[in-house]
């Protein structure tokens, strides 16, 4: 037995010199059929990570360990895929970590909620919700294939119902810390998210349309939420040739919006305070207009003190 290989059970990497990436579980009693000859089991029993082992054709495979990223491309998904790029910068904006109360709404296939769990750690805990069956059946079986979720509770729950705050087998009294919103009309959920968040909670939004995106602003203009932001993130890959150092002739661009923002009370007083240019004035006189026009009032017929 190899001192860093893998144990029994354990999901490994095998890649071959064409590039082949197979991700498959260590079965002492299965060996791996490739196209390059068959892989023995006792073989990768005896390997180390990071080295070598060879099919039966003498084929060198490089055997790895999989990462987060490996097991989050590597669900099986029923669901609009979500990309490891937007999941980082989600992670870091909620604070996802130990200590903390993370809410998800949808789980999906799940791919987002294996890697909130690898980042709560062993005392943060992952509130799921998903109204699909089908959905919350397969969120929980990739879960269990990831070999994450035990700090993850999956709940077959449509989140118009509420996030059942005080449901004794759901959220018990207590709040989330933060919200990740993945549905199609999040602007519909923002009163039931005011209810399952702790004050000043930030809230996290992924939509594929610039249709939702300004639909949602404007939702939450008219609520208690402050610092909005929409971002879109671009990874750009480079040849790695130092000779000849470029980017490379393909790249992982616009995949969704991504929308953050945070519970907060505004005050009149606050507003008042806030320094404007020009161009900041004409943003908020639109903005109060919008404000007008939700009310049911004739922008045209409103003073704006700004």
């Known amino acids: 037995m190899a001192q860093y290989g893998p144990s029994f059970g354990d999901l490994v990497i095998l890649v071959s010199p064409r590039g082949t990436r197979h991700l498959c579980r ?4 299965q060996d791996l ?15 180390d990570f990071g080295t070598e082992v060879r099919t039966a054709l003498g084929v060198p495979f490089r055997l790895e360990k999989p990462q987060l990223y490996d097991l989050v491309m590597g669900i099986k998904r029923q669901t609009q895929i979500m990309y490891p790029k ?14 903390r109360t993370i809410l998800e709404a949808g789980s999906g296939s ?16 992952v509130h799921t919700f998903e109204a699909r069956e089908e959905f919350h059946k397969l969120a929980k079986r990739n879960l269990d294939w990831a070999g994450v979720g035990s700090n993850v509770s999956l709940h077959l729950r449509d989140i118009a119902d509420g996030f059942g705050v005080d ?6 009294g207590k709040r989330g810390d933060a919200l990740f919103l993945d549905v199609r009309t999040p602007w ?4 039931a998210a005011r209810e399952a968040l702790v004050p000043g909670a930030p809230i996290a939004f992924l939509l594929p349309t610039v249709e939702q995106v300004s639909e949602l602003i404007k939702a939450l203009e008219l609520g208690a939420f402050e610092e909005t932001e929409v971002c879109e993130i671009l990874v750009r890959p480079w040849k790695v040739v130092p000779g000849r150092l470029r980017p490379a002739d393909r790249m992982s661009a616009h995949t969704a919006f991504l ?10 007083d606050w507003d008042a305070r806030i320094p404007l240019g020009t161009r900041e004035r004409k943003q908020e006189a639109a ?4 404000l007008a026009e939700a009310r049911g009032e004739d922008p045209l017929n409103v003073e704006y003190d700004i």
């Not at 068959?38 to 029993?45: E, G």
């Not at 999941?87 to 200590?99: D, E, H, Q, R, T």
């Open 110 to 125: 799940g791919g987002f909620t294996v890697a909130l769990s690898w980042f709560s750690g062993p005392t943060g805990h």
């Open 86 to 99: 937007d999941m980082g910068l989600i992670c870091f904006k909620l604070g996802v970590g130990n200590g």
């Open 259 to 268: 929308v953050f923002t945070r519970l907060q009370e505004r005050s009149a």
């Open 33 to 47: 059929h490739t196209q390059d000859g068959v892989m023995r089991a006792a073989d990768l029993a005896d390997a």
């Open 26 to 29: 260590r079965d002492p009693r």
């Open 188 to 191: 519909e959920y923002l009163d």
């Open 167 to 172: 449901d004794p087998d759901i959220l018990n």
């Open 287 to 290: 903005r109060q207009a919008r």
